[in-house]
C-alpha cells in the first residue's frame, strides 16, 4: 500500500479545520450563551468584545483550509475516477457523488456564511447575533447535514458496491 502524504495531509487538515469551525458553535450554543447569560451586560460585551476577534481569525483560517483542502480532495477523486478500474464507479455511483458533492457544497456556503455573520461586527448583522441561539441552532444542524452527506460521500468509493481492487483508490478522500 502507498501513502498519497499530499492526500493525507489535505484529508487533516480539513478534518482539523471541520473540527475548529463546529466545535467552536458548539461551545458558542452549549457553553458559552448559557454562561454568559449570568453576566451583566456591560461585562457580557466587554468580554464579547474580547473574544470576538480571535475566534474570527480561528474561523477565517478553518473556512481557508476548508475550502483549500475541499478543492484539493474534490479533484483527486475527480482524477482517480479517470483511472482504469473506475468505470462501474463512474457507470453506477459517479453522478450521485457529483450531486452529493453540490449538495455539501450549497451546505457549506450557507455554514460559512451563517458562522462569519455570528463571528463578525459589522451592525448589519446584528439582528442575527441578537437571535444567536437559534442561528446557532441553524448552523449546528447544517454541519449535521454535511457530515451526513460526506459519509455517504465516502461510502461511494470506499464502501461496498466497489471491487477489492479499487475499494483503496489513491486519492485525497471524500471530496470533503
Known amino acids: ?3 498519497d502524504i499530499l492526500a493525507l495531509i489535505s484529508r487533516v487538515l ?16 452549549f ?8 453576566l451583566g451586560e456591560g461585562e457580557r460585551k466587554e468580554l464579547q468584545d474580547q473574544l470576538r476577534p480571535r475566534w474570527s481569525l480561528l474561523l477565517q483560517a478553518a ?3 476548508l475550502i483549500l483542502s475541499g478543492t484539493y480532495n474534490f479533484v483527486a477523486i475527480l482524477m ?3 483511472t482504469p478500474g473506475w468505470e462501474s464507479w463512474r457507470a453506477n455511483i459517479g453522478g450521485l457523488y457529483h450531486g452529493l458533492f453540490g449538495v455539501k457544497l450549497l451546505l457549506a456556503i450557507a455554514i460559512f456564511a451563517l458562522a462569519s455573520i455570528l463571528a463578525g461586527r459589522s451592525a448589519g448583522t446584528e439582528k442575527f447575533r441578537a437571535n444567536a ?4 441552532n441553524v448552523n449546528l444542524a447544517l454541519a449535521l447535514a ?7 460521500m465516502r461510502q461511494t468509493h470506499m464502501g ?8 483503496a483508490p489513491t486519492a485525497g478522500g471524500d471530496g470533503k
Not at 31 to 38: F, Q, T, V
Not at 133 to 136: A, D, N, S, V
Open 14 to 29: 480539513h478534518i482539523l479545520a471541520a473540527i475548529t469551525a463546529v466545535g467552536g458553535a458548539v461551545f458558542m450554543r
Open 31 to 38: 457553553a458559552w450563551l448559557p454562561s454568559s447569560s449570568a
Open 146 to 152: 454535511v457530515v451526513i452527506v460526506s459519509a455517504v
Open 80 to 82: 482517480a475516477a479517470r
Open 160 to 167: 461496498p458496491t466497489l471491487p477489492a481492487a479499487t475499494a
Open 1 to 3: 500500500m502507498q501513502i
Open 133 to 136: 441561539k437559534f442561528w446557532l
Open 63 to 65: 473556512i481557508l483550509f
